[in-house]
């Protein structure tokens, strides 16, 4: 978000890097806010250490999101089936996080197809089909 105390270190980095052009520190946003930001770009990129289950990433994944995560020991994996709605890169292994990262930004079509998965992966998680799942396991 940009928020707080590192920010100064964040632009920084941005400026050393050369990415003010894609990479922007929104500031806080409340929830239609970050719908927004999901709605106008093109990957979730997820680094989390550890994770229960991970909302978030079906948000993004509703918005159209691939997505690319660390496979931690739990969360992800629950979400992202690797290599069709975005990708699981070895557990704190870097250079797999970026590899995956920019094998999506360089390929419009996988991002297209993968968003296409995230989507329906997404509603897989819906209000309709958790309670149906629910119905069949309590009975009717």
């Known amino acids: 978000m940009g928020e707080g105390e590192e920010r100064g270190r964040l632009e920084a980095a941005i400026k050393e890097l050369h990415a003010e052009n894609y990479v922007n520190l929104t500031g806080r946003k409340d929830a239609d806010g970050v719908e927004d930001e999901m709605l106008r770009a093109s990957l979730y990129a997820m680094t ?3 994770e229960g ?3 978030v990433l079906l948000e993004a994944q509703s918005c159209g999101l691939p997505v690319v995560a660390f496979d931690v020991r739990v969360g992800p994996g629950f979400v992202v089936q690797n290599g069709v709605n975005g990708y ?4 704190m292994v870097y250079e797999d996080f970026c590899e995956k990262i ?10 297209h197809e993968m968003a296409e998965a995230a989507k329906a992966r997404a509603s897989d998680f819906s209000r309709e089909k958790v309670a149906e799942i629910w119905y069949s396991i309590l009975g009717d």
Do not use: G, I, Q, W
Request: glycine share 0%; proline share 5%.
């Open 48 to 50: 989390s250490r550890s």
């Open 88 to 91: 699981l890169a070895a557990d």
């Open 53 to 55: 289950f991970p909302f």
């Open 102 to 111: 920019a094998s999506l930004m360089k390929d419009e079509a996988l991002r």
